[in-house]
């Protein structure tokens, strides 16, 4: 069975750091990149940040260059976000999700291009 687990998110103020992580199992994990989206109440789901298994290569929307990470520990099954300077806006469920390697970078900020989700972490950030 697919399972793509977030943890690390809750309450931080603006300023603050959090560290998510996403455990996968149920897959080979180098079959498979990893993106993060977020959802805040009445928006759309938008991607935040994405990883490449096989390079590494990195990708971040605009809103978060410079203040989040994305990283990879292939031997643990476990994608790291870890996000710096955090703003309320910023405050949203935040998943994680698998892709196939095949589509290019630019595809993975789009939910299109996943095949399995997480559960989702709530991220609140106090102003």
């Known amino acids: 069975e697919v399972q793509l687990v977030e943890s690390g998110g809750g309450l931080v103020q603006a300023g603050g750091s959090l560290r998510l992580s996403c455990a996968a199992s149920?897959?080979?994990?180098?079959?498979?990149?990893i993106g993060w989206f977020r959802q805040a109440p009445g928006e759309e789901r938008e991607g935040v940040s994405s990883i490449k298994s096989r390079d590494g290569s990195t990708y971040y929307a605009d809103s978060v260059k410079g203040r989040f990470t994305i990283s990879s520990d292939n031997a643990k099954n476990t994608v790291y976000l870890q996000m710096n300077s955090l703003k309320p806006e910023d405050t949203a469920v935040y998943y994680c999700?698998?892709?196939?390697?095949?589509?290019?970078?630019?595809?993975?900020?789009?939910?299109?291009?996943?095949?399995?989700w997480g559960q989702g972490t709530q991220v609140t950030v106090s102003s």
């Open positions: 149920g897959f080979t994990f180098d079959d498979y990149d």
């Open positions: 999700a698998a892709a196939p390697t095949y589509y290019p970078g630019t595809y993975l900020l789009l939910e299109g291009s996943y095949d399995y």
